[in-house]
């Protein structure tokens, strides 16, 4: 079973940058992915990366502000996330293993979600 963790949320104001990171038994061997729950939205995909960690994908509203990659030992899924908006405001939870990274599937795994807040 995958038990997946996320840490880095918090609160910060627009233009900044927060990382969040996800970590999980086996994880390296997996697809995996971030998504996001804004209030009163349905949750969303945010970015996708393979187990190898060479390809990853993205939703229009995050390219070029948002990177998703692994840690060394591709046990550790890092969101890196820049120049936030008020509209990324959300509990970003990661998931996976995803089907791939271009159409994630059912996810049988989430995270407990972590809250990022953008707000002056």
């Known amino acids: 079973q995958v038990h997946l963790e996320e840490y880095g949320g918090g609160v910060v104001r627009p233009g900044g940058s927060l990382t969040l990171s996800c970590t999980g038994r086996?994880?390296?061997?997996?697809?995996m992915a971030w998504f996001r729950q804004a209030p009163g939205k349905e949750r969303e995909f945010v970015a996708a990366?393979?187990?190898?960690?060479?390809?990853?994908n993205y939703v229009d509203s995050v390219k070029g502000r948002f990177t998703i990659s692994r840690g060394n030992a591709g046990n550790t899924i890092y969101l890196f996330m820049n120049n936030l908006q008020p509209e990324d405001t959300a509990v970003y939870y990661c998931?996976?293993?995803?089907?791939?990274?271009?159409?994630?599937?059912?996810?049988?795994?989430w995270g407990q979600g972590t809250q990022v807040t953008v707000s002056l």
């Open positions: 998931a996976g293993p995803v089907r791939s990274i271009w159409s994630t599937g059912t996810v049988d795994y």
């Open positions: 086996s994880i390296e061997n997996y697809h």
């Open positions: 990366i393979s187990w190898t960690g060479a390809d990853t």
